[in-house]
T-cell receptor
Framework: NAGVMQNPRHLVRRRGQEARLRCSPM?????VYWYRQLPEEGLKFMVY????????ESGMPKERFSAEFPKEGPSILRIQQVVRGDSAAYFC?????????????FGPGTRLTVT | AQSVTQLDSQVPVFEEAPVELRCNYS??????LFWYVQYPNQGLQLLLK??????LVKGINGFEAEFNKSQTSFHLRKPSVHISDTAEYFC????????????FGAGTTVTVRA
């Protein structure tokens, strides 16, 4: 059973470009969570999605960031007009249902560098 | 929102020596506490968790952690480390009301040398 897949693993974008990060949850998992880790900081919750629904986006920056989890295909975290401060590692996690108590399974992360 | 402090960013240790990784969190009425490990090029893997009950929690790979409510700490220990324990370790906390929303410390890199 493959784990949570994220691609690309490393992404370089120039300021002003768009970044698209993909997350394929574990088989049978319908809930996805995105976290961001800024340099020298811990992971911070961004958004929680179920198929075709955003459940909690309280950790998402108000502008330029969006997330989706369509009925078919991976979850996408989209960052428009990237700035240097967006450089970070972005982690995705999945769970079969609403995950409490550490039941989230994490992917290896995408490291975004904005030049 | 919860905050988590991992007091050591780097911990070098010799093989078969003990190791302790420190973690403190901001207080709350009820919290769940976790330790995750990340090996190179892999995702975070749950080592152990504290939900309630006994304050001493045993996890995988010989790790254990002790919940101390009065000191708001959840330190991770292993009595004898192996080279394969070289990894980054993250302490995390969630509160009881939104327990899917994990807050993480900045991580501690453990390097085990022969």
């Amino acid at each position: 059973n493959a784990g949570v897949m994220q691609n690309p693993r490393h992404l370089v974008r120039r300021r002003g470009q768009e970044a698209r990060l993909r997350c394929s949850p574990m088989k049978g998992h319908s809930h996805v969570y995105w976290y961001r880790q800024l340099p020298e900081e811990g992971l911070k919750f961004m958004v929680y999605l179920q198929k075709e629904n955003i459940i909690d986006e309280s950790g998402m920056p108000k502008e330029r960031f969006s997330a989706e989890f369509p009925k078919e295909g991976p979850s996408i975290l989209r960052i428009q007009q990237v700035v240097r401060g967006d450089s970070a590692a972005y982690f995705c996690a999945s769970s079969p249902g609403l995950a409490g108590a550490g039941e989230q399974y994490f992917g290896p992360g995408t490291r975004l560098t904005v030049t | 929102a919860q905050s988590v402090t991992q007091l050591d960013s780097q911990v070098p240790v010799f093989e078969e020596a003990p190791v302790e990784l420190r973690c403190n969190y901001s207080s709350s009425v009820s919290v769940y506490l976790f330790w995750y490990v990340q090996y190179p090029n892999q995702g975070l893997q749950l080592l152990l968790k504290y939900l309630s009950g006994s304050t001493l929690v045993k996890g995988i790979n010989g790790f254990e952690a002790e919940f101390n409510k009065s000191q708001t700490s959840f330190h991770l220990r292993k009595p004898s480390v192996h080279i394969s324990d070289t990894a980054e370790y993250f302490c995390a906390v969630s509160d009881g009301s939104n327990d899917y929303k994990l807050s993480f410390g900045a991580g501690t890199t453990v390097t085990v040398r022969a």
